[in-house]
């Protein structure tokens, strides 16, 4: 008795199987063009994965391929694929990065590239402490975000034991084919340690560095630096800047505070000033964190130091590596 309901259960599939063995290819790619397997399926009293199966098998492409919407099982409803919500669908622009063609967008390649992320299911979040969160705010303007935007408190269990709790703004969300644009520049999950120099850099330095700079770096009194977990990143970031505005940078490891594991820095200091301004110029475009553009003008431009009026000589031009770090600066 068993086996005869489990040989009747065997040929449901099969019998809707030979249902569709003799489907018209063109008719089904017309039907894909506008519906979802799962609403063709309902039609012909099949199931989804029937549809999908007969549908690869004559290499017919499925309507998200097709339009990168996806139909929605409880209304028919056609959205986005890999946003939130019919609004986020409407004012996510999820081809942002397809097309690096203009300094803006290289700016936020450098951003995500040193202080991003993306995560194995394509979600992309950026996030600042809520004084910088202005940088945040912006990026979310660009590509459509605004509705991701939050504010919370972060606590920091650091490496020296000093656990800190700050605010934090971040913005994060999905999209499928934006991770995908992202992975083309480099911005991958994991990147910590593979990261490169991306290649929107070749066509737009400036802006990537500024980027860059104002994603993860620091402008000092005396000198501004870029930090990664990348040795390669650095590499290639102390050769290309280099090759625009001929100074070489001064690199060197140190212990990050937060997790003890090894950092690498990129430093300049007064006699690299140009280097500044050439991240800082029109070429580089219009957007940038505005606080440390404000202490590249004071105390690189203006020079309105305490420091300079308490220090002069040789030593106000070029600032020296301390001796603990020189030794490992040639790596």
């Excluded at 912006?138 to 459509?144: D, E, I, N, P, S």
């Excluded at 050769?239 to 690498?264: A, N």
Aim: proline share 2%; charged share 25%.
């Amino acid at each position: 008795m068993g086996s005869t309901r489990q040989l009747r259960l065997s040929l449901v599939p099969a019998l809707k199987t030979l249902k569709l063995a003799a489907l018209d290819p063109a008719w089904l790619r017309q039907q894909a063009a506008r519906r979802s397997d799962r609403e063709i399926g309902l039609e012909l009293g099949v199931t989804q994965a029937t549809i999908r199966y007969h549908r690869r098998k004559h290499d017919i492409p499925s309507y998200t391929q097709l339009t990168g919407n996806m139909k929605l099982h409880s209304t028919g409803e056609s959205r986005r694929r890999g946003t939130h919500s019919k609004a986020s669908s409407e004012s996510l622009d999820v081809s942002y990065f397809s097309s690096i063609d203009a300094p803006e967008k290289a700016y936020w390649i450098g951003v995500l590239a040193t202080d991003g992320c993306v995560s194995e299911n394509s979600r992309i979040s950026l996030s600042q402490t809520a004084s910088d969160g202005e940088l945040v705010d912006a990026f979310a303007a660009a590509v459509g975000a605004q509705m991701f935007l939050r504010t919370r408190k972060v606590t920091h269990d650091g490496f020296l034991g000093d656990n800190k709790t700050r605010l934090s703004r971040c913005v994060r969300f999905t999209s499928r084919q934006m991770a995908k644009d992202l992975a083309l520049q480099g911005i991958i999950q994991r990147k910590t340690r593979s990261l490169r120099v991306s290649p929107c850099a070749t066509s737009f330095p400036a802006a990537y560095f500024r980027g860059c700079l104002d994603g993860d770096g620091t402008v000092g009194k005396i000198n501004f630096k870029f930090s990664s977990g990348s040795e390669t990143w650095i590499d290639e970031a102390q050769e290309l800047i280099r090759l625009h505005t001929g100074r070489t940078l001064r690199k060197y490891r140190q212990v990050s505070t937060y997790t003890g594991g090894e950092v690498f820095v990129l430093q300049g200091v007064r006699g690299d000033q140009l280097v500044l301004e050439w991240m800082y110029s029109k070429q580089g475009g219009l957007i940038r964190m505005e606080r440390k553009f404000l202490r590249f003008s004071k105390y690189w431009l203006e020079r309105e130091s305490s420091w300079w009026k308490d220090r002069a000589g040789a030593r106000a031009l070029v600032e020296e590596l301390p001796a603990v770090l020189a030794s490992s600066s040639s790596r």
